[in-house]
């Protein structure tokens, strides 16, 4: 008897929980947005993106503090971030205080191409290609030379068939083994592809 009556009191508290929680997100859910919370993740202070780029992107309405917290479009607001060519992954939720939160990752550059007409882009460092940046300069290792790629404006990756019969695989391969050595990645700040096909690391 006594653990029926045990089994029923701890299957009320269970019930009146959950109706509880239901009723605290409903009411939630009918609150206005009250702030807007950008954090972007890098390993450096500063980088191509700012809150007010993610804002921009994240296309959000000038009336976001007057719209109902259920009917904030988060996952709308994730996809229109994603497509900013800096941005490596985004989520976005509400939080129980009513604030918008929005995680930006940012691409971390390792290579930047200039080809023969000089038309540059950056490589990360899962051979992904994005633009370069009228915002901020990334100090990487810098690839040039005797060599021709065709430009893919952003979001494309070095192992695309396209890229099959030109140096990026090689000069991104040479610049993750540079970076994982201690003096060469103090020392080399330039890959230079001569006219003979060959690589020189310029100091």
Do not use: C, W
């Not at 807007?36 to 993610?54: K, N, Q």
């Not at 080809?115 to 990334?138: A, C, M, Q, V, W």
């Amino acid at each position: 008897m006594k653990k029926v009556i045990q089994i029923s009191l701890f299957t009320l508290f269970a019930v009146a929980t959950a109706g509880l929680m239901g009723f605290i997100y409903v009411e939630q859910g009918k609150q206005p947005v009250n702030d807007v919370v950008i954090r972007i993740s890098r390993s450096t202070p500063d980088g191509f993106l700012d809150t007010a780029i993610v804002r921009k992107a994240a296309e959000l309405p000038d009336s976001i503090y007057h719209i109902r917290v259920r009917d904030i479009p988060v996952r709308k607001i994730e996809k229109s971030v994603r497509k900013n060519p800096f941005v490596e992954n985004a989520d976005a939720y509400v939080n129980i205080d009513n604030q918008l939160i929005i995680n930006v990752k940012e691409k971390k550059p390792v290579l930047r191409v200039f080809n023969r007409d000089h038309k540059g882009f950056y490589i990360d460092n899962e051979g992904n290609i994005f633009p370069l940046s009228n915002h901020y300069t990334s100090r990487v290792v810098v690839a040039n030379g005797y060599f021709d790629v065709p430009y893919q404006n952003g979001h494309s990756s070095i192992f695309d068939t396209v890229y099959h019969d030109t140096p990026l695989v090689d000069l991104f391969t040479l610049t993750q083994l540079i970076r994982k050595n201690t003096f060469l990645n103090a020392q080399i700040s330039q890959l230079y592809v001569n006219s003979r096909g060959e690589y020189d690391l310029v100091p």
